[in-house]
């Protein structure tokens, strides 16, 4: 499976890996722990089975539109056989066009997750199986709690089977 992801700016990645830092020492799961080199903070738009060569014309140009906006507010949970906890993003009006058209240029991804409509945007800080809550609201950093402006500036695209990355447009 592929993904195509949108990467933050620089001081929205290091606010992110900072939060992660933070998480983890107060001993909650966290993504700091995750050394595979191509772990950073992202945004998921949709998965696919594969990018075509024929649809990567068409996903540059949507991608042309970087860099956009980026608002970070609250946290949600997200709850299944893995719980996450992740920082809400607050899609504007081209982010989610961009979300919709990407989307429609990669339809055959199957993940329901991903449609439009049900698509949920935000940046991963930690995931658990744990039985109990392992992020206890008490102890998370306060800096959760404040929003925080950035930019999306670039994209990639992640193989999950060959666990490499290619940086979109190519």
Known sequence: MRTVELLPDEATE???RWIWERLAEAGMSS???????????HLTLTTA???????????ASALSVLPLPLRLEHT????????????RVVPDAGLAALQRQ???LLPDA???LFEPDNWVPHLT??????????????????????????R???????????????????
Do not use: I, K
Not at 31 to 41: D, E, F, M, S
């Open 14 to 16: 290091a606010r992110v």
């Open 49 to 59: 089975s594969e990018l075509p060569w024929d649809a990567r014309p068409e996903l």
């Open 76 to 87: 949600l949970r997200f709850d299944g056989r893995t719980s996450v906890l992740a920082w």
């Open 102 to 104: 990407v989307r429609e």
């Open 152 to 170: 999306f500036t670039g994209a990639r695209s992640y193989d999950t089977e060959e666990r490499t990355m290619e940086q979109l447009p190519e």
């Open 31 to 41: 993504l700091a722990g995750h050394r595979h080199p191509t772990n950073r903070p």
């Open 125 to 150: 800080l930690g995931r658990s199986r744990s039985e109990a809550d392992p992020w206890p609201p008490e102890l998370l950093p306060a800096e959760l709690s404040e929003p925080w402006e950035g």
């Open 110 to 112: 199957g993940n329901p």
